[in-house]
């Protein structure tokens, strides 16, 4: 049935990449990008709120192995899944780093948690397709959040709920804002993709789907 391909969710998959400030400036390996030696208490702190735990998310693909983990979160209307490259602990265990970088650059979404002073390369190049949220630590508590967007430069399409082209944002407050401006930038990738095409949410697609049940059902009555 047509309205089993339409979930009770709005299913939002987003990457989160972590990038130590121990990784070289130059040269960097594809084993100090996606398994970092170390991994610092303020991402552990930003992840932990960003959802919970899971091991498998409904039946929706992408987690490399059962034993690769992701975090989740939802409402009534939306579930959305983080793939981050320090829980993929499977595949950093079979040293299998390109499967950590496609799980999380194939997402039209990603948010970068950078601790280099510098924007890598490698993060440049995935911002050529998906739209980056690269987050920097600051003092006093403030994180700044720069949108990387490869669409048009239009500032309206720049915004992303709390979140413009730039932002400074306090930490404490970060991963619910974040959070927002992933599921709006999500929503606006899948929209660019639809090309003229009105994008509509799984939510509203099974609604008239149940509605189209109905008219039938009661066209059926009639006769």
């Not at 959802?51 to 579930?79: F, P, Q």
């Not at 510098?118 to 600051?138: A, H, P, R, Y």
């Amino acid at each position: 049935m047509e309205l089993d391909k339409n979930w009770v969710y709005n299913i939002h998959s987003i990457g989160v990449l972590y990038i130590s400030r121990e990784c070289s400036s130059a040269d960097m390996t594809a084993k100090e990008i996606y398994a970092p030696a170390s991994v610092s208490d303020s991402f552990l702190l930003f992840i932990s709120k960003l959802g919970t735990l899971v091991r498998e998310v409904h039946s929706v693909k992408g987690l490399i192995s059962d034993k690769d983990y992701a975090l989740e979160w939802k409402d009534r209307m939306n579930c959305v899944i983080f793939h981050t490259n320090i829980l993929m602990k499977n595949s950093i265990a079979q040293d299998n780093y390109e499967q950590i970088k496609s799980q999380i650059s194939k997402n039209d979404v990603i948010i970068v948690w950078n601790e280099k002073e510098e924007i890598i390369n490698e993060v440049v190049k995935m911002s050529e397709k998906s739209i980056c949220f690269v987050i920097g630590l600051m003092s006093a508590g403030m994180c700044s959040v720069k949108a990387m967007d490869p669409r048009s430069k239009r500032a309206d399409i720049r915004t992303y709920g709390a979140i413009t082209e730039d932002t400074i944002v306090q930490a404490n407050l970060l991963p619910r804002i974040i959070l927002r401006a992933a599921m709006v930038a999500n929503m606006k990738m899948k929209g660019k993709r639809l090309g003229n095409q009105k994008y509509l949410s799984s939510l509203f697609r099974r609604q008239v789907i149940l509605d189209d049940i109905k008219k039938s059902e009661e066209s059926s009555k009639e006769y």
